[in-house]
């Protein structure tokens, strides 16, 4: 693992009570893909990983590049081939005052796990039931506040389901780790990377693929209705990659079956990493 800035084993770390990120969900975080040993967008994700830093006011002690150097020495340290890389940064130790404490270093934790590519899953797609979206208006900040996230997942699967679909007053938004996007005759859509949802790193090299394979999308808001009706709908997220989802709220997407832009999207996929 990486911790505060050294390579250790997972029993050398020991966490403060005092730390900002345990008393107030006060931190960052970023999570990376490893394909075939190599990361997949680093960049991408170093670059929301700064703008969330810059969003919440936590000042970094390392450049992006010291912690790009950090991560490639983490992981061949792993030697990890297909796996998920998480990384937090949470504000620092101090004692529990809500304003943010003076002289404080953050603290880093970092480590790999092994996370195979979800085949199955993505051939044959998951189902999701629709929720309100209850988060705060800075869904594109990338925080370790993911209370909402993690009780909405619970519904989805209390209620039988694989995920919950957000939306705010009817305009759906994301997914609770996910983004989401529509098929309607033969246009994609998703919702616009604004406050209201996470600028997922997936999403933007889905919607290049879909560029490059000359597929029609839409950046622009859909509503529940618009849902209800659509021709496919599948996810994009660093674990789920593209994957479809076949039913919403007990009832089919399509034909029930994985449709074919979703199809093409996931081979031009699996071709760019491989
Ligand atoms: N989640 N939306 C939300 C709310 C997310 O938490 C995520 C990622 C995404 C997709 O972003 P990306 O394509 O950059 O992974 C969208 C990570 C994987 C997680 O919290 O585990």
């Not at 940064?89 to 003076?102: D, L, S, V, Y």
């Not at 597929?215 to 009706?229: I, M, S, Y």
Request: aromatic share 6%; charged share 25%.
């Amino acid at each position: 693992m990486l911790w505060k800035g050294d390579l250790v084993q997972k029993s050398d770390v020991s966490v403060s009570p005092d730390d900002r990120g345990y008393v107030f969900g006060d931190g960052i975080y970023e999570v990376f893909r490893v394909y075939n040993g190599r990361f997949f967008e680093k960049a991408a994700h170093l670059d929301r990983l700064e703008r969330t830093a810059h969003g919440t006011k936590l000042k970094l002690p390392w450049t992006m590049p010291e912690l790009s150097e950090l991560l490639d020495r983490l992981l061949e340290k792993e030697g990890t081939q297909e796996s998920i890389l998480y990384m937090q940064i949470t504000r620092g130790e101090a004692p529990r005052i809500h304003q943010f404490p003076k002289d404080v270093e953050p603290v880093l934790l970092a480590y790999c796990k092994d996370y195979p590519r979800p085949v199955a899953v993505m051939e044959n797609g998951i189902t999701a039931v629709t929720l309100e979206d209850i988060r705060w208006l800075r869904c594109d900040l990338k925080t370790l506040n993911l209370l909402p996230n993690t009780m909405a997942k619970q519904e989805a699967l209390d209620r039988g389901a694989d995920d919950v679909i957000w939306h705010r007053g009817g305009t759906v938004t994301e997914c609770s780790a996910s983004n989401v996007m529509m098929v309607k005759d033969g246009v994609i859509r998703t919702h616009p990377a604004n406050h209201l949802i996470l600028h997922g790193v997936t999403r933007a090299f889905v919607l290049k693929l879909a560029r490059q394979l000359e597929l029609p999308a839409l950046e622009k808001p859909f509503t529940l209705d618009e849902l209800a009706n659509a021709d496919e709908l599948f996810l994009t997220g660093t674990t789920v990659e593209v994957t479809p989802i076949v039913a919403v709220d007990g009832r089919p997407v399509g034909s029930g079956k994985p449709g074919t832009v979703t199809r093409q999207l996931q081979r031009a996929f699996a071709e760019a990493i491989a």
